[in-house]
C-alpha cells in the first residue's frame, strides 16, 4: 500500500480567500484523485490528477474553483478558491498505485471557512 | 434512488458480537467491490477489496459479494470496540478508470 501525506491536516480560513493542500506519497503512483467529504457525507470526487496535463473534473466542480496541479508522480495539490463557509469540508487525496485497482487515501484536510 | 444504499446506522453491539454491514446497489456493471473504514476525524482506510462474487476473509474480516442480488456485505466477528467507526462500501465498474462510487456509510459503536 502507499503512505500518502497532506498538508495542511486542518486550517481555518476567511470567506475570500484561497487556500493550497498538497498531497504528497511515498512511492510513483499512476492515479491520483481530490474528494472532498462534507460533515456526515460520504465522499465526493471532485477531480482526477493528471500528471503533465490538465485536471479532469467531475460534474459540478471547475477548474477556477479548484485548480490542481501534478508535477510528477508522487505529489499533487489542490487549492480551493475565493472560498465560502460552504467550501468547509475535509479534502482528501487518493491514488491507485501500479496494476492494482486498490485506492488508497490520505489522512485528509480538514477546512473551516468562517 | 442513489445508485448505492447504505443503512446509515449508528449500529450499536456489544463487544464480541458479530456484526454485519451491507450495502445494495443497482448498477450491474460493478465488478470491483471495496470497503473502508473511517475513524473519526481521519481518511478511509482500505479494509477489504473483492472483484466479482464471492467471499474473501481476512482475520476478523468476512467480505461477501453477491452479483445476482446486487449485494455486499462486510461481517466482523469478536468485534471490539476498537471497530467503533463509520464504515463505507464503494465500488467500480471494470471499464471506468478508477471511479470509485461510495455508499453513504454506516456509523457502528461497539460497546465494552
Known amino acids: 500500500s502507499a503512505v500518502i501525506s497532506q498538508k495542511p491536516s486542518r486550517d481555518i480560513c476567511q470567506r475570500g480567500t484561497s487556500l493550497t493542500i498538497q498531497c504528497q506519497v511515498d512511492?510513483?503512483?499512476?492515479?491520483m484523485f481530490w474528494y472532498r467529504q462534507q460533515p456526515g457525507q460520504s465522499l465526493t470526487l471532485i477531480a482526477t490528477?493528471?500528471?503533465?496535463?490538465?485536471?479532469?473534473?467531475e460534474s459540478g466542480f471547475v477548474i477556477d474553483k479548484f485548480p490542481i496541479s501534478r508535477p510528477n508522480l508522487t505529489f499533487s495539490t489542490l487549492t480551493v478558491s475565493n472560498m465560502s463557509p460552504e467550501d468547509s469540508s475535509i479534502y482528501l487525496c487518493?491514488?491507485?498505485?501500479?496494476?492494482?485497482?486498490?485506492?488508497?487515501f490520505g489522512p485528509g484536510t480538514r477546512l473551516t471557512v468562517t | 434512488q442513489k445508485e448505492v444504499e447504505q443503512d446509515p446506522g449508528p449500529l450499536s453491539v456489544p463487544e464480541g458480537a458479530i456484526v454485519s454491514l451491507n450495502c445494495t446497489y443497482s448498477?450491474?456493471?460493478?465488478?470491483?467491490f471495496m470497503w473502508y473504514r473511517q475513524y473519526s476525524r481521519k481518511g478511509p482506510e482500505l479494509l477489504m477489496y473483492?472483484?466479482?462474487?464471492g467471499n474473501k476473509e481476512d482475520g476478523r474480516f468476512t467480505a461477501q459479494v453477491d452479483k445476482s442480488s446486487k449485494y455486499i456485505s462486510l461481517f466482523i466477528r469478536d468485534s471490539q470496540p476498537s471497530d467503533s467507526a463509520t464504515y463505507l462500501c464503494?465500488?467500480?465498474?471494470?471499464?471506468?478508470?478508477?471511479?470509485?462510487?461510495f455508499g453513504g456509510g454506516t456509523r457502528l459503536m461497539v460497546k465494552p
Open positions: 490528477a493528471n500528471q503533465g496535463s490538465e485536471a479532469t473534473y
Open positions: 487518493s491514488v491507485v498505485s501500479g496494476n492494482s485497482y486498490e485506492q488508497y
Open positions: 448498477n450491474s456493471a460493478f465488478q470491483y
Open positions: 512511492s510513483q503512483v499512476t492515479m
Open positions: 473483492t472483484y466479482s462474487s
Open positions: 464503494a465500488m467500480r465498474e471494470n471499464n471506468a478508470g478508477n471511479m470509485l462510487t
